[in-house]
């Protein structure tokens, strides 16, 4: 019975996965995906829609960042990343301590190691991209909402059609939770704008959401003692 739960739990990763992989795909080359994503979330949250749309970018911030670090906690040993960091650290000091000495007898050692170092790599690297994968099934959706609310809201207000003319695309019961000042923001020396208005190189939904993910993720990360 034990080892049906085993495997039922790995095929279920490797399930997860697969799909927060084809989610990052979708998105970034599938507009009509990313639009039918969006949809699909705002079926789940529509209860937010109500709130100002900065207060929805800090709660949908906040549950992420306790789902990934929540990810990060149980898929990630990291007592096992430690040991192979330090021995990685270890291999790169001794071949750039015989590199200047020219030292071709522990050039020769270390090269013979080179197999067993590549494999050690290539474990940390499923190590850390394991957990990435699983937030993607979340945080993708999420994103792809936020997305779609932010711009089908400036073409409401706007009447620009920057981003597709969504509003054609999108169904009335969906336009409808759109109200223009739920999607204004006072921003320092800028005054009201519009989520969608640039801050830097970003809109300044998406810095919020950046500033609030980091904000809150180290947070979140210390109260639960990611990586301890």
Not at 4 to 27: C, D, E, T
Not at 200 to 216: A, V
Request: with cysteine; glycine share 4%.
């Amino acid at each position: 019975m034990k080892a049906v739960i085993s495997r039922f739990i790995m095929v279920l990763g490797a399930f997860i996965m697969v799909l927060g992989a084809l989610f990052f795909i979708g998105i970034l080359f599938s507009r009509e995906f990313r639009l039918e994503l969006g949809q699909i979330v705002e079926s789940v949250l529509f209860f937010l829609s109500p709130y100002p749309f900065h207060v929805v970018i800090l709660i949908m911030s906040i549950l992420t960042g306790i789902y990934s670090n929540l990810i990060q906690k149980f898929t990630i040993d990291y007592k096992r990343m430690k040991e192979i960091q330090k021995i990685l650290r270890e291999y790169q000091k001794e071949y750039i301590e015989a590199t200047k000495q020219n030292n071709k007898f522990k050039l020769k050692q270390l090269e013979q190691k080179k197999n067993e170092i590549q494999q050690i790599q290539s474990e940390m690297m499923s190590m850390q991209f394991k957990p990435m994968f699983y937030t993607f099934v979340v945080t993708i959706p999420i994103f792809a909402w936020l997305w779609e609310k932010a711009s089908a809201s400036y073409e409401l207000v706007t009447g620009a059609t920057n981003y597709g003319n969504l509003t054609s695309e999108l169904p009335e019961v969906f336009l409808q939770t759109l109200k223009p000042e739920l999607y204004t923001v006072v921003a320092p020396f800028a005054g009201q704008i519009h989520v969608v208005t640039p801050v830097l190189i970003f809109p300044w939904w998406l810095f919020w959401y950046l500033l609030c993910s980091i904000t809150f993720g180290q947070i979140i990360k210390k109260v639960l003692r990611v990586g301890v």
